[in-house]
Every structure is written in structure tokens, then in C-alpha cells.
């Protein structure tokens, strides 16, 4: 794959993320899922406390740990 930098809408689609995210090593996904993680206990370190989160949308699922 070459890397290169685009600014065209067309690059922005599901399709080319899905593409773009299965390029990347085991260890780049877990480093992505990590920096994610960080992102979300920074900006809310209290979700960790909440018992029940709603999905934000149809599209996304919640696991919870029971």
C-alpha cells in the first residue's frame, strides 16, 4: 500500500476506513483501541463507574461486563 496523503471526499468512505483499518498490523489496531480508550477515560473518567451505558446509535453495540 502507498501511503499518501488525500483530501478527497471518496477516501472519507466506509468502504476505504474498512480498507485502510484492516491494513494495519494486530499491534497498530491494539495501539488505535488503546489510544481510543485513553481518549474516552480522559474526557470521562466517570464512565467507568456507570452501571448501564445506551448505545449511541443503532449501529454501535455495548458489551458490558456482568
Same mark, same amino acid.
Given at each position: 500500500m502507498? =501511503? @499518501? +496523503? $488525500?483530501? =478527497?471526499? $471518496?477516501? =472519507?468512505s *466506509? =468502504? !476505504?476506513k !474498512? &480498507?485502510?483499518f484492516q $491494513?494495519?498490523? *494486530?499491534e497498530e489496531r491494539?495501539? *488505535?483501541? +488503546? !489510544?481510543f @480508550?485513553? *481518549? &474516552?477515560?480522559?474526557n470521562n473518567? #466517570?464512565i467507568? %463507574?456507570? %452501571?448501564? +451505558?445506551?448505545p449511541a $446509535? #443503532? @449501529?454501535v453495540r +455495548? &458489551?458490558?461486563k456482568e
Amino acid at each position: 500500500m502507498i =501511503e @499518501t +496523503v $488525500s483530501h =478527497e471526499r $471518496s477516501q =472519507e468512505s *466506509l =468502504e !476505504a476506513k !474498512a &480498507i485502510w483499518f484492516q $491494513s494495519l498490523s *494486530l499491534e497498530e489496531r491494539m495501539d *488505535l483501541f +488503546v !489510544a481510543f @480508550t485513553n *481518549l &474516552i477515560l480522559e474526557n470521562n473518567p #466517570d464512565i467507568v %463507574k456507570q %452501571k448501564y +451505558v445506551r448505545p449511541a $446509535s #443503532d @449501529t454501535v453495540r +455495548v &458489551i458490558s461486563k456482568e
